[in-house]
Nanobody, 125 residues
Framework: QVHLVDAGGSLVQAGDSLRLSCVAS????????YGWFRQSPGKDREFVAG???????DYADSVKGRFTISSDNAKNTVYLEMNSLRPEDTAVYYC???????????????????WGQGTQVIVSS
């Protein structure tokens, strides 16, 4: 079973950049597809970005062109590079992993079986 630890959240200004990291341990890193989700108060958890090892990447429309998901296999780490941050990006960000279900990137949170603890991102205007 993979265990995920998120980190990198911070208080930043609008327009700033931030990189989140998700370290995976206890499982075979490349056996899972990964995603980043976020949740702000009073809202449902929403998909942000994801990838699978076949080379498919997917991004929510709200972050496309500003956020990039990537991985470092040597460090068993998934990253979310966030540029041109906006106040509406404020949320708790969660890394997630799945190794079952339909192929490809899933935008459905319930299809992910493993979650990080979350890291808070606050973007001030």
């Amino acid at each position: 079973q993979v265990h995920l630890v998120d980190a990198g959240g911070s208080l930043v200004q609008a327009g700033d950049s931030l990189r989140l990291s998700c370290v995976a341990s206890g499982g075979t890193f490349t056996s899972y597809g990964y995603g980043w989700f976020r949740q702000s108060p009073g809202k449902d958890r929403e998909f942000v970005a994801g990838f699978v090892w076949s080379g498919v990447y997917d991004y929510a429309d709200s972050v496309k062109g500003r956020f990039t998901i990537s991985s470092d296999n040597a460090k068993n780490t998934v990253y979310l590079e966030m540029n041109s941050l906006r106040p509406e990006d404020t949320a708790v960000y969660y890394c997630a992993a799945r190794n079952s279900g339909p192929p490809g990137v899933s935008r459905r949170s319930w299809e992910y079986s493993h979650w990080g603890q979350g890291t808070q991102v606050i973007v001030s205007s």
